[in-house]
């Protein structure tokens, strides 16, 4: 037969967004449902492979009250053919995740994270899967934010740079494609922008087919071509997943057609897997008790729809966390928030599933100068992608920022003007000073020669549970703390 068909499914980012549910009315999303899908198509096509592109941890109470444990034990039973490693994959820590991959029944491929006194990589490169007769070679790679992450594991380190990237893909192709193989896919975990960038510096020769991505939560509903290749990301969470279907030449060894769609994971596209079901069944069982209880309530649901403005979550957090501390301003990270909505009733689930990122607290002293200097660097262009760090700052803070000119037009704390030798004491989590010269682009040695850094709380999660347990009809608002200019 000349021509070979091939449907390859993907998901990615699910940050164990395990359970249906309610939009619009209907029901969408649930790992029961995913898996239900995923097992009607292996059923109905002849040639099938699922992939999964990173970030499968953090988001639900059942992920993080077993550390990635029960992930794993519910992916075993989704049964992806290929996975590779997402950036959150290392939020228990490097060992953590090393020990998780044991207990993987899926390979999990990632070609550039290493030990850097060896140049070991800590997993497979690539996998060639053969199916239906056709070779297709995978191989993964990760975004440049494992490092942040990990800063703490010294010897870890990765190709952060794309060129450097794109070389690796371009050494396991040339050392491991061979005229059987077929196709050749990445699965990357590196978001839009960089698979873009990325997609521009492989070389034809490579024979790169299709780029699979993740960790920018990208909903499309058409591929983006670059450089001749079909770039495909499925949002995130489980409430959909891509789909390509392939017709594949064997006499011209080349895709003759290919298409792809976004579908969405409901009751009217899949049934739900009852083995699923189950098994899901007994993890949410377990941790119900310990965490349906309520905390606090607040005055109505309050929301935070986008990681690069002022929000009222935003505020909220900033607020509790600086409240009768010892520090002048707190720089909550916008990504710490994980819930676009949450209240007006607010059970230990939800508070911990909103702030699942719990570390120590630091405190530094910065110049008004410094200051300004970190908040210019934050509020670069690349922020408006979505994709670096941003903040969302306690009361207080007053800053009004002109797009167009790149300019910060006020600068102001408690209604005054912040002056560059002006000496202000600010907090953020372990995750931002352990990266504090990347994320803010002032060298930390000089905010450390200010004043020695220390940790004001080993837990920003107590400290949230205490406040909203002694606090409630909590309500916050958007009050121009931070305002942008076009």
């Known amino acids: ?22 939009k619009d009315g209907n029901m969408t999303g649930g790992i029961q449902y995913l898996s239900g899908y995923v097992k009607k198509v292996r059923q109905e096509e002849d040639n099938v492979i ?35 490693v997402g950036n959150h994959e290392v939020d228990y820590g490097l060992a953590h995740m ?10 999990i491929i990632n070609a550039n994270l290493l030990v850097t006194l060896n140049n070991t990589r800590l997993f497979q490169p690539y996998l060639q899967l053969e199916i239906g007769g056709m070779k297709i070679l995978f191989i993964g790679i990760l975004t440049e934010e494992v490092l942040a992450t990990t800063k703490s594991e010294k010897v870890i380190g990765t190709f952060i740079d794309i060129e450097q990237a794109a ?3 371009g050494i396991i192709c040339d050392n491991y494609r061979t005229r059987h193989t077929d196709m050749v896919v990445l699965v990357t975990h590196i978001g839009i922008e960089a698979d873009r960038e990325l997609a521009e510096l492989l070389d034809p020769d490579w024979g790169v087919d299709i780029i699979i991505g993740g960790h920018s939560h990208t909903f499309m509903e058409e591929p983006e071509y670059v450089n001749g290749i079909p770039i495909v990301q499925a949002g995130k969470g489980s409430g959909q ?16 057609d290919i298409s792809w769609s976004c579908v ?10 009852p083995i699923m079901e189950s098994l899901l069944g007994t993890y949410q069982g377990e941790v119900e008790v310990k965490f349906h209880r309520v905390v ?53 689930q939800d508070m911990i599933e909103n702030t699942p990122f719990d570390d120590h607290l630091w405190m530094l002293k910065v110049t008004g100068k410094q200051f300004r200097q970190m908040i210019q660097y934050v509020l670069r262009d690349d922020a408006w992608e979505g994709h670096t760090e941003f903040y969302q700052y306690s009361k207080g803070v007053r800053i009004v920022y002109r797009k167009s000119t790149h300019t910060i037009e006020e600068f102001k704390f408690n209604g005054k003007d912040i002056t560059d030798d002006q000496e202000l004491l600010i907090a953020m989590q372990t995750y931002h000073y352990n990266n504090f010269t990347e994320f803010f682009s002032v060298p930390f040695e000089e905010v450390a020669a200010n004043m020695e850094p ?29 305002v942008i200019l076009e």
């Not at 997943?241 to 003759?256: A, E, K, P, Q």
């Open 241 to 256: 997943i891509g789909r390509f279907d392939i017709v594949y030449d064997t006499l011209r060894n080349r895709i003759s």
């Open 454 to 482: 220390r940790v004001v709380a080993t837990s920003v999660n107590n400290l949230v549970e205490e406040y909203f347990l002694t606090h409630q009809g909590l309500d916050a608002h958007v009050e121009g703390r931070l």
């Open 167 to 169: 070389k690796e893909v």
């Open 296 to 348: 606090t309530t607040f005055a109505r649901a309050l929301t935070h729809p986008s990681r690069i403005q002022e929000t009222e979550l935003g505020n909220l957090y900033a607020d509790l966390i600086q409240w009768e501390s010892s520090f002048d301003i707190m720089l909550m990270g916008s990504g710490s928030i994980r819930k676009e909505s949450l209240g007006p009733i607010v059970e230990y």
């Open 50 to 84: 699922y992939v999964n592109a990173g970030d499968m941890f953090q988001g639900s109470i059942i992920d993080s009250e077993y550390r990635g444990l029960s992930t794993i034990d519910l992916f075993n039973l989704l049964a992806p053919d290929v996975t590779t």
């Open 1 to 22: 037969m000349a021509k070979k068909k091939l449907t390859i499914i993907h998901s990615n980012d699910i940050h164990g967004d395990f359970l249906p549910k309610e």
């Open 98 to 107: 090393l020990f998780l991959e044991k207990c993987a029944r899926f390979p």
């Open 264 to 273: 969405p994971i409901t009751p009217e596209t899949a049934d739900p897997d």
